[in-house]
């Protein structure tokens, strides 16, 4: 009947948006993306809150797939927050804090 037709057409599409789990080496790779780009900021607050959320969410357990691969989605777009932050922060802070004079 016609309304099998939509169900069924309605589950592929489903089906589609699903996405796979990131592989190991891919979320090892945001996860250092991260931290390069929190090294490159010079505020040492925001670079060292930077670097422990990182971590901090890294370490989560979840067995989930479909959520991981959601997270690492969510990571990339953060990943790009992080790196305009970054430039932003290397175009208008002038002075250095004494933390970051002593590196």
Not at 30 to 52: C, H, P
Not at 68 to 88: F, N, P, W
């Amino acid at each position: 009947s016609k309304a099998t037709v939509s169900v069924l057409y309605w589950e592929k599409k489903k089906k589609k948006k699903e996405m796979s789990r990131p592989s190991s080496s891919a979320l090892i790779s945001l996860t250092r993306s991260f931290l390069r780009e929190a090294n490159k900021m010079k505020d040492y607050n925001i670079s060292q809150y930077v670097k422990r959320r990182v971590l901090q969410d890294m370490r989560k357990k979840i067995d989930d797939d479909q959520k991981v691969a959601e997270l690492y989605k969510q990571g990339m777009a953060d990943l790009e927050v992080a790196k305009r932050a970054a430039i932003m922060q290397n175009m208008y802070i002038q002075n250095q804090n004494f933390l970051a004079l002593q590196k």
